[in-house]
Nanobody, 119 residues
Framework: QLQLVESGGGSVQAGGSLKLSCAAS????????MAWFRQAPGKEREWVAT????????NYTDSVKGRFTISQDNAKNTLYLQMNSLKPEDTGMYYC????????????WGQGTQVTVSS
């Protein structure tokens, strides 16, 4: 029904920037919300940011506020995560997620893209 493919990960030094992309295909019209999550080695997956399609409202976890920006290009059905002032603790696998529900129950996931920040 919905396929998500992330790209844009890589290795950068602390203070650097990366821009992640998530291309959605399939039944994209019904998407209510999209989000980015990340998982560091040995840790549980954590929510990073959300973009609500209906009103464009964005939300961020406290640790990335002021450094990360989530955005969406509806024409391209692509979600972005601009990451600036990266820190070593931002290292992890970043996943794109989507839901058809008005509640944040994400049931469509991409395969992930690795972000590594060295000090």
């Amino acid at each position: 029904q919905l396929q998500l493919v992330e790209s844009g990960g890589g290795s950068v030094q602390a203070g650097g920037s990366l821009k992640l992309s998530c291309a959605a295909s399939g039944y994209t019209y019904f998407i209510q919300s999209m989000a980015w999550f990340r998982q560091a080695p040995g840790k549980e997956r954590e929510w990073v940011a959300t973009f609500k399609r209906s009103n464009g409202i964005t939300n961020y976890t406290d640790s990335v506020k002021g450094r990360f920006t989530i955005s969406q290009d509806n024409a391209k059905n692509t979600l972005y995560l601009q990451m600036n002032s990266l820190k070593p603790e931002d290292t992890g696998m970043y996943y794109c997620a989507a839901t058809y529900s008005v509640t944040p129950e994400y049931n469509y996931w991409g395969q992930g893209t690795q972000v590594t920040v060295s000090s």
